[in-house]
C-alpha cells in the first residue's frame, strides 16, 4: 500500500512559483481529484490501481494507492 499526500497550504511549492496563487492551487486540487476519480473507474493491471479515495481536509488531499516498485523516472535511468 502506498500513500500520498499532496499539500494544499503550499509548503510543497517553492515561494517564486506560480502555484501560490489560491486559484491556481484550487485548479490544481481539482485537477487531482478528477484524474483520481478516473483511475478509480478504469481496472487494468497495467494501470494505478487506487485502494481508497481522495481524501480532502482543508490542508491536504490523500488517496491510497496499490503498492509502487518505482517511478516513471526510475524507468527512464
Do not use: W
Not at 478509480?40 to 490501481?49: A, I
Amino acid at each position: 500500500m502506498s500513500i500520498f499526500v499532496f499539500d494544499k497550504n503550499g509548503r510543497s511549492f517553492a515561494p517564486h512559483n506560480p502555484l501560490n496563487k489560491p486559484k491556481r492551487k484550487e485548479a490544481v486540487t481539482d485537477l487531482l481529484k478528477s484524474g483520481l476519480g478516473y483511475l478509480q473507474c478504469y481496472k487494468h493491471p497495467r494501470l494505478l490501481t487506487i485502494l481508497h479515495g481522495p481524501d480532502e481536509t482543508a490542508d491536504a488531499l490523500a488517496f491510497v494507492s496499490e503498492p509502487l516498485i518505482g517511478s516513471l523516472a526510475n524507468v527512464f535511468r
